[in-house]
């Protein structure tokens, strides 16, 4: 199946495997074709990104003393019903009156508490939740740069909102000390552009615009001596990585 013919669904799918709720079969059949179609396996890649940058912008948060009260409620609620049930289990006849009735109420206590803590962690796990995806980078251009074995080795997304290049390697490609990588954007038609230089961390961002962008259809990373190639020249080294430039629906 041609997963890139259906943006709608290959979101969806490359998100809930991200999230982990694709399992079984569905999500061996999701990763074999990740490794045939480069579109579904960038997909796969920018969400894992996506959900991994949130955990990272996670501020800690300090629980309110309410809450560690509403814990030991539920705590005490489950200790009551447990005892309940080993009564009701025992051979003797659980004693009528004022203590039964005590003890349902410490149970329905205990529910109650239970349920206004669950709507508490909901409604707070929900605000955060929605100022993170504000706060997120959006992804107006992808592409998954791979080697002439169809390895992938990086994957570079565009930020529009940021006029922001973010490129992450996935490869475990290792640059010596006296060279460089550096980025070219290919337009059609016309010489290699240099797009920057590369550093050696795992992650790293350049400065673009979305016109530039909008004319490149691949981008390439070619190997240079360190600091790379002279200012004005196109690639002097060998290319290692390239690929296509895939425009994204925001």
Do not use: C
């Not at 289990?89 to 009735?101: D, L, M, N, R, T």
Request: no cysteine; aromatic share 4%.
């Amino acid at each position: 199946m041609n997963l890139s013919s259906h943006p709608e669904l290959l979101e969806l799918l490359a998100a809930s495997h991200a999230l982990g709720t694709l399992r079984g079969g569905a999500r061996r059949r999701f990763e074999s074709i990740a490794r045939e179609q480069a579109p579904v396996r960038a997909a796969a890649l920018v969400w894992q990104s996506r959900l991994s940058s949130m955990t990272e912008l996670q501020a800690s948060v300090t629980p309110d003393p309410a809450v560690w009260t509403r814990i030991r409620n539920m705590i005490e609620a489950e200790q009551s019903e447990q005892a309940m049930q080993r009564q009701r289990a025992a051979p003797a006849a659980v004693p009528a009156g004022p203590v039964g009735w005590l003890r349902s109420l410490a149970l329905w206590r205990g529910a109650a508490a239970a349920g206004a803590l669950a709507t508490v962690l909901a409604v707070v796990v929900g605000i955060g939740l929605r100022d993170e995806l504000r706060n997120a980078p959006t992804v107006q251009y992808v592409a998954v740069l791979q080697d002439d074995k169809s390895a992938a080795s990086m994957l570079v997304t565009f930020d529009p909102k940021n006029r922001q290049l973010v490129l992450q390697r996935v490869g475990d490609y290792q640059t010596a000390a006296d060279h460089s990588l550096q980025l070219w954007a290919l337009p059609p038609g016309g010489a290699p552009r240099s797009l920057g230089v590369l550093g050696d961390q795992p992650a790293l961002k350049l400065a673009a615009s979305a016109s530039e962008m909008r004319a490149v259809p691949a981008l390439a990373i070619s190997l240079e001596p360190r600091g790379g190639a002279p200012a004005g020249s196109g690639p002097t080294g060998p290319v290692l990585f390239k690929g296509a430039l895939i425009e994204k629906m925001l």
